[in-house]
């Protein structure tokens, strides 16, 4: 995996790629030496990834990861090209999709730092020959990981561009957008990471600096280390990152047909996230 020193490793239960039921698994080899504040965690990344890769594409999608990153980059004056998938194709068939309303944090966004993005329609770079090829290469659980995964490394690459996205860690449970995690993980509690977030490694390995949050051990203990498991997922972000309160919307289902999901789910995996344990049980992973 393309983060700094290559301290994780990702595997299908020590697996390079899923066969039939494999689980994605999470391994670390290093640890922080300090406790850095997220602004100062997020500044060294970001100052990293600009002096070893150009024409970087930051993924703006409205959430609040996204908007931290671009964010980072404004604050460190580091040159990039936003990036925004939208799903207008999907609207005209099938009428106004919830995810719309999360892209307009996006816009609003770039409006405010006066920023002209890059816009394209996810679906003209779906179901094409490439992303069936992908689809058998990853066997995906999550198909609207998958999608997205796929439309934005296409672009990237029309583009001779490296990516940047706001793949985080996520807590379960969560009442607001982790329920459907429920039938799967019962009675667990703790950090996880969705499998979604390796399908960029996954199609393109050691190519684009996406993982922003997983780079070092520094960042993703100063994210665990302010989390308040008191908070829903989406509070926790906007008080850690210092930016506004936003609902999660989920990504757009109508981009395969229904059935498409419903095979991946029961022939892959067992399972759509590696479980990290709590947040005591994770921090004592990254911190020396």
């Known amino acids: 995996m393309l983060c700094k020193n290559s301290w994780i490793s990702i595997n299908f239960d020590h697996f390079l790629h899923r066969t039939t039921k494999e689980n994605l698994l999470v391994q670390f080899s290093q640890k922080a030496k300090t406790l850095l504040p997220i602004n100062k965690a997020c500044d060294l990344v970001a100052t990293e990834i600009a002096d070893t890769y ?5 993924c703006l999608s409205g959430g609040s990861d996204s908007e931290n990153i671009a964010n980072t980059f404004v604050r460190n004056k580091i040159k990039f090209t936003v990036l925004i998938l ?3 194709k999907i609207i005209k068939n099938n009428g106004l999709h919830h995810q719309e309303y999360e892209l307009q944090y996006a816009h609003k966004w770039c409006r405010l730092n006066r920023i002209q993005p890059l816009e394209i329609d996810a679906s003209d770079f779906t179901n ?22 796929n439309a934005l490394e296409q672009i990237a690459s029309c583009h001779d561009a ?12 969560d009442h607001e957008q982790m329920q459907y ?30 993982a922003f949050y997983y780079w070092n051990p ?10 308040d498991e008191n908070l829903t997922m989406q509070q926790n972000k906007a008080q850690i990152y210092n930016i506004e309160h936003r609902p999660k919307f989920s990504y757009s289902t109508f981009l395969y047909h229904p059935s498409v999901h419903t095979y991946a789910q029961q022939k892959w995996g067992t399972r759509d996230c590696a479980l990290l344990g709590t947040k005591e049980q994770l921090l004592s992973q990254l911190l020396e």
């Open 54 to 58: 150009k024409n970087i594409f930051v």
């Open 128 to 149: 094409n020959f490439l992303d069936k090829q992908r689809f058998q290469k990853i066997k995906p659980r999550i198909i609207h990981g998958h999608a997205t995964s």
């Open 218 to 227: 520094e960042i993703m203990a100063s994210f665990v280390s302010a989390w």
């Open 181 to 210: 995690l429920q039938p799967q993980l019962k009675d667990y509690r703790g950090f996880v990471m969705e499998e979604s977030d390796a399908y960029i490694e996954i199609m393109s390995p050691n190519q684009h600096p996406w």
């Open 86 to 88: 939208n799903y207008k």
């Open 162 to 173: 490296l990516l940047v996205a706001g793949y985080q860690l996520e807590y379960y449970p």
